[in-house]
């Protein structure tokens, strides 16, 4: 390799990281949209849907002994303690006003409280391939509130497109004989759905957080979570009666640290540079990255069904956020 593009190697893969804890750092209104590279955003909605992506699977190991409220609970202290320590080694300032911490639980209820708990609860009662259809409706529900209530940004053929594109997607994807679960389990599947439009409302609702950084949102909304849900947990659970299994633990462990702390922090730094139905494209992109980490790791097979999916999820995405145009 050339000696200048050793360096130019060399240097992307010091700055990038510098970079990307700068804009996690920064308050939204310090940074217009405009001046965002798009690479950053693909490649961060890549991870997001990663990160939430493997917490399913890490949520059907955590249930096994751990019940679904007090895993709920667990993930959030977890993740709001680790990310007040870097708050404070940032020196950064938590919110102090009541007005915004007002803000903070509304968005902590739509962000944790709700999807967490029901979505615990319900993966415990029906298949997780129609699990995963249902928990990919996010993008319909942003569109039919953004059209219906808020009308907070311009429904578009393009966007309306790829909404569709990106469900059906995922469906060839996960498999059509999954939708066969339909009507068994109905609370479970209904739980899952109210999961779905209570992130549909997050995401919506996160962009009135313009004056925080992404971090001090991600912490104070686990906060105002944990204050919740721990005791709840008490109370119905009595965890201290529990003798969870060592898989049990990790599981709720990974779904703290990387599907809660960090990848809250990334979404809540989406949320000023892509439209409220591309963040929640990322539920598309979940499905298509299970099954591509399936055949890189499980040696599993990928079908021609499958692959139309995965192009049916890609162009989705791409029509929903606007690849190559802003809004």
């Not at 308050?27 to 939430?52: E, K, M, Q, V």
């Not at 029901?118 to 699990?131: E, K, R």
Request: aromatic fraction near 8%.
């Amino acid at each position: 390799m050339p000696r200048n593009a050793r360096q130019a190697l060399s240097n992307d893969a010091t700055v990038w990281p510098r970079h990307l804890e700068h804009h996690l750092s920064t308050p939204l209104t310090d940074r217009p949209s405009a001046t965002a590279p798009r690479w950053i955003d693909l490649a961060l909605l890549l991870l997001l849907a990663t990160l939430w992506g493997v917490a399913y699977t890490f949520t059907k190991v955590a249930v096994e002994s751990i019940p679904p409220l007090t895993v709920a609970a667990v993930r959030v202290t977890v993740a709001g303690a680790l990310l007040g320590l870097y708050i404070a080694y940032r020196g950064e300032r938590i919110p102090r006003t009541v007005a915004t911490w007002r803000r903070l639980f509304v968005q902590g209820c739509l962000n944790s409280i709700i999807p967490f708990t029901l979505i615990a609860w319900g993966q415990q009662h029906i298949d997780s391939g129609l699990a995963g259809i249902l928990n990919a409706t996010p993008p319909l529900f942003v569109l039919l509130i953004t059209w219906l209530w808020t009308r907070h940004e311009p429904i578009t053929g393009r966007k309306l497109a790829g909404v569709v594109s990106g469900l059906a997607g995922v469906t060839l994807i996960i498999g059509v004989d999954a939708l066969g679960g339909i009507g068994t389990h109905t609370l479970a599947q209904i739980a899952i759905t109210v999961a779905s439009i209570s992130y549909a409302g997050a995401v919506i609702y996160g962009h009135r957080h313009q004056d925080i950084t992404p971090a001090a949102i991600a912490a104070g909304t686990l906060i105002c979570a944990t204050l919740v849900l721990v005791p709840a947990s008490l109370v119905f659970d009595a965890p201290w009666t529990l003798t969870p299994s060592l898989q049990s633990v990790l599981a709720v462990g990974a779904l703290a640290v990387f599907s809660t702390g960090i990848a809250l922090m990334i979404y809540f730094r989406l949320l000023r540079t892509l439209c409220s139905m591309g963040l929640a494209s990322n539920s598309y992109l979940r499905a298509g990255i299970s099954v591509l980490l399936g055949v890189v790791f499980l040696g599993e097979q990928i079908t021609a069904t499958v692959i139309g999916g995965l192009v049916l999820v890609v162009a989705g995405v791409a029509a929903i956020v606007g690849v190559g145009r802003r809004g």
